[in-house]
């Protein structure tokens, strides 16, 4: 299976960078150098494109001026055909950087008698070379020779020779060739001679839906990529999404990004998602997963990082128009050039042709955040077992470049439970984060709630909560978990004011109970005030009975002293002077 | 029938080999027997001017062309065969 290495790995075979996206990783660095390559396929499947790039590449950007000898094809037509890649090959011819020669060859005009040989072709060849110094050639498509020259056997016999020249010559060369039938790669067998490297191009079709491949069959002293791996032809040439990058080896940083919504913030950890890893959105229709996409993209352009979403359900003037009415103005991003919007249908291409479009944009626009709006729509046309890889490649990319992205996945049917879960697991894994929406109806309406069924590498929070949108934007309110259900919308407004009522009630008793606490404190004081003035009275009364008896015995021993005076007449006159009782 | 007509040729050959030479020598003897003082032939020969090749789609050495009368018409080979050079320059064979 690993069959993708490193160039340094094979230091023995050298090799020239096509400088086509994506080609010169499953090829470990390139063709082989000095050695003539086979691109074969089907008409209409990009030989042509694929040859010339190799060529523009190779004598704008790693100095190898290029012979492009072409069959079928005259020069302005192809110099027509690759201006689309923003190739200038009349300019490249004036600077001498490629040389272009058309060999045309008309059965009719020909008549053949005795031996010859094709030295002619050699001689137009070597002169294309050497006047221009070239490293690289082109052969587009030799077979046609095949058609304007009758003889088979001479004709085979020279195009061994020519091989083995332009290897003498130590051209890295490029022979197109039409895809042959059966076991035939070619139709003439060309790749009887050209036995290095051997690239097939295709074109298929399944469902209507056209996606085309590049396989490298065999690349002679070096090991490569076997699988298939799809490319697409753009305005910026070729690129071939290498895949199934068999190392999981991206760093991990432990920057956090904010959502942008400060609730959901709240619930992965308080801080929001690492940067570099992927969320997963996932709900019923309706529920408001788009919102949450925009509101991500928004935050990124709020802190001045570039974001790109790519919609497959509403045109880009749409969503601004959408977003808006929810509080979610996007369009000064656009204006600023932070934010890209690229909308297009999901049955434009195939998956892996979308993947390869996202993976050039990203290349080219490099955004912080990525929102896929939504990845279900692409599903539509593969099975499970197609789409992960594809997937997996797409979010392995992003993961190695950094790029925080976010998921939107439309899951089927209302608001049971448990079916859609289940009909997310194939991609959820492939996710560090997994956001759940969902509509629950209750109370004769519809609210959105909001979970978290998984966020790796952080603590987040197990409840669900409603979420709502307005045209304040959007917001995540607690709702109030019942004895079997949670309650939502205005079941949970009720509930609410329910709640405050009965608060209040509590309250107003309390103060009662107190106020009836402080009466009762009040008449204890009151009787105690009453039980200390009666001992106090008492008290006064046996103070005044104490003293009106010590009187009354003074009395008496005055009154007694007096008569023993009186009767004995004894001692002194000590007359009463107190008349008192 | 033809007696009005110039024949106008070019042999293109890669240097002196064998099949150059064999080609001139056949061309030769053709015209001088069917076309005796109504042709003309430019023998080019590409090792010495490579960027001639281009002007007449020459693919094939040697190439026989026929400039004049129109159209240009194209024989590849040694020349062996006279018939087949004769139909291919659209000659009548001199009848003895």
């Known amino acids: ?581 | 029938m033809t007696k009005t007509k110039t024949y106008e040729l070019r042999l293109y050959v890669a240097g002196q080999t064998a099949k150059s030479l064999t080609a001139f020598a056949n061309l030769k003897r053709i015209c001088e027997t069917h076309l005796a003082g109504q042709y003309r032939i430019e023998v080019i020969d590409l090792t010495q001017t490579p960027q001639l090749s281009a002007g007449d789609q020459i693919l094939a050495l040697p190439t026989l062309v026929r400039r004049l009368p129109q159209p240009i018409k194209k024989i590849i080979g040694d020349l062996s065969n006279e018939e087949r050079v004769l139909v291919g320059l659209d000659v009548q064979p001199m009848k003895d």
């Open chain 1, 1 to 581: 299976m690993k069959k993708k290495t490193d160039p340094a790995e094979t230091p023995t075979l050298p090799k020239s960078p096509t400088g086509i996206t994506g080609l010169d990783e499953i090829t470990g660095g390139g063709l082989p150098t000095g050695r003539p390559t086979l691109v074969c396929g089907s008409a209409g499947c990009g030989k042509t494109m694929l040859a010339m790039e190799f060529l523009v590449r190779g004598a704008v950007e790693f100095g190898e001026p290029g012979v492009f000898m072409m069959f079928e094809e005259n020069a302005a037509e192809l110099t027509a055909n690759v201006r689309s890649l923003g190739f200038d090959l009349d300019k490249l011819v004036k600077q001498k950087k490629v040389a272009l020669d058309h060999v045309r060859i008309e059965r009719s005009e020909i008549e053949e008698t005795g031996e010859y040989d094709l030295e002619g072709l050699f001689i137009r060849l070597g002169h294309a070379i050497d006047t221009i110094g070239a490293k690289r050639v082109v052969l587009d498509t030799v077979e046609a020779l095949f058609a304007g020259l009758p003889n088979h056997g001479i004709l085979r016999a020279e195009l061994r020779r020519l091989f083995r020249w332009l290897k003498d010559r130590k051209m890295t060369a490029i022979i197109t060739g039409e895809k042959g039938e059966g076991n035939m790669i070619t139709r003439y067998g060309l790749e009887e001679y050209v036995a290095d490297c051997v690239i097939t191009l295709d074109h298929r079709v399944t469902k209507q839906i056209s996606t085309r491949r590049l396989r490298v069959l065999k690349y002679r002293g070096s090991a490569h990529g076997t699988n298939e791996y799809p490319f697409l032809i753009s305005e910026r040439g070729l690129s071939v999404l290498p895949i199934t990058s068999l190392r999981l080896d991206h760093a991990a940083p432990s920057e956090r990004l904010s959502t942008g919504i400060a609730r959901l913030d709240e619930m992965l950890g308080g801080q929001g998602v690492f940067r570099g890893s992927s969320v997963l959105v996932s709900g019923a229709p309706g529920t408001g997963k788009s919102s949450i996409g925009a509101k991500f993209a928004d935050a990124a352009c709020r802190r001045g990082e570039r974001a790109l979403i790519f919609a497959y359900e509403e045109s880009s003037a749409q969503i601004l128009r959408n977003m808006r009415s929810i509080g979610i103005d996007l369009a000064p991003w656009v204006k600023k050039g932070l934010l890209q919007v690229h909308a297009s249908r999901p049955t434009l291409s195939g998956l892996e042709q979308h993947l390869v479009a996202m993976h050039d944009m990203v290349k080219a626009f490099r955004p912080a955040v990525v929102v896929v709006d939504p990845i279900s729509n692409l599903m539509i046309e593969g099975s499970d077992a197609e789409v992960m890889p594809t997937l997996m490649r797409l979010i392995d990319f992003l993961k190695q470049e950094q790029i925080t992205s976010l998921f939107i996945s439309l899951t089927r049917g209302g608001s049971g439970t448990g079916a859609q879960e289940d009909s997310q697991v194939g991609v959820s894994s492939l996710m560090d984060t997994w956001l759940w929406m969902r509509n629950m109806e209750f109370n004769g309406e519809r609210n959105r709630l909001i979970h978290v069924l998984k966020s790796r590498g952080m603590a987040h929070s197990n409840q669900m909560r409603e979420f709502v949108l307005s045209d304040a934007g959007i917001d995540l309110v607690d709702v109030y978990p019942g004895a079997d259900r949670v309650l939502t919308g205005t079941a949970r407004v009720a509930q609410a004011a329910h709640e405050r009522s009965a608060a209040e009630l509590r309250r107003e008793d309390h103060e009662r109970k107190l106020r009836q606490l402080a009466a009762k404190r009040k008449a204890i004081e009151a009787q105690i005030a009453a039980l200390n003035a009666e001992g106090e009275a008492e008290e006064a009364e046996v103070k005044f009975t104490i003293a009106q008896e010590t009187l009354l015995e003074k009395t008496t021993q005055q009154n007694s002293a007096d008569m023993a005076q009186l009767r004995g007449g004894g001692k002194g006159g000590n007359s009463p002077k107190k008349g008192t009782p």
